[in-house]
């Protein structure tokens, strides 16, 4: 319990600053004995409490930012919704198979996302736009990226805030803290609806003792990664996600 507690208070401090606190959590469940699939469930519940306070304590860099989200929320609810249908019906063995594949893309975007965000701004200003202009097509884009995390969000949600902080890199002409927190807020609604699908669907495979040292460990890891990490510069913060990233990746090889 202590050890799945602690695992909590860890996975809550990362995934308001980075994503990926699944990392944490999931082998950890993992290793005391709990089944892949109950273990990936029991996790998804507890970490909705994580996701909140993390999301909460990065409120202040959300402001601004609603006419762009507001088109990223029904993507990232429609593609939980997908994912978690996709963990309740097809094999684990296919997702484990994609996701060491798509956190090494996604650290690599965050890499670049600088020179991305460069060109952008030289298109942008040769076009004679705003700097803060968002083209339809690269909108459309997010969309389309958002419901696509989403899904895999849904089904394993783990690096999912790594994901979408690549794609918006690539996309946005934003602030790292800021994407940060639209990171935040789209995972808690994924997590949201994945835990009330699972809920719903397999009430008898969820440890609802581990998903409840989870919640509690989560949100008082939120709130300290929230404090923490707005402090962090963009470049400190980019790095530390590719860091953890790669932590992440090897553990999910040596799973």
């Known amino acids: 319990m202590v050890f799945i507690a602690l695992a909590g208070v860890a996975a809550g401090a990362i995934n308001a600053v980075v994503g990926s606190g699944t990392l944490v959590t999931f082998p950890t469940l993992v290793a005391l004995g709990y089944p892949p699939v109950v273990a990936t469930m029991s996790n998804s519940v507890?970490?909705?409490?994580?996701?909140?306070?993390?999301?909460?304590?990065?409120?202040?860099?959300?402001r601004g930012q609603w006419n762009r989200v507001r088109w990223q929320l029904p993507a990232s609810f429609v593609g939980a919704g997908v994912g978690a249908w996709l963990?309740?019906?097809?094999?684990?063995?296919?997702f484990q198979q994609v996701v060491p594949v798509l956190l090494v893309l996604a650290l690599a975007l965050v890499v670049i996302g600088p020179k991305i965000q460069s060109w952008a701004r030289i298109r942008s200003e040769a076009a004679g736009r705003s700097l803060e202009h968002v083209s339809r097509g690269r909108m459309a884009a997010l969309v389309f990226a958002t419901f696509a995390v989403g899904v895999y969000g849904g089904y394993?949600?783990?690096?999912?805030?790594?994901?979408?902080?690549?794609?918006?890199?690539?996309l946005l002409p934003e602030d790292m803290q800021r994407m940060n927190a639209a990171k935040n807020l789209l995972s808690l609604v994924v997590n949201i609806v994945a835990a009330v699908a699972y809920t719903i669907v397999a009430y008898d495979r969820i440890s609802w003792l581990a998903a409840g040292l989870i919640a509690v460990g989560s949100l008082i890891g939120g709130f300290l990664g929230a404090h923490y990490g707005r402090r962090l510069s963009p470049n400190a913060l980019r790095a530390v996600i590719v860091v953890v990233g790669l932590i992440g990746l090897y553990r999910l090889l040596t799973l």
């Open 156 to 170: 394993f949600t783990a690096a999912q805030g790594i994901l979408l902080i690549a794609a918006m890199g690539a």
């Open 46 to 62: 507890g970490l909705v409490a994580g996701s909140a306070s993390g999301t909460w304590g990065y409120r202040r860099e959300l």
């Open 87 to 94: 963990l309740l019906h097809l094999p684990e063995k296919v």
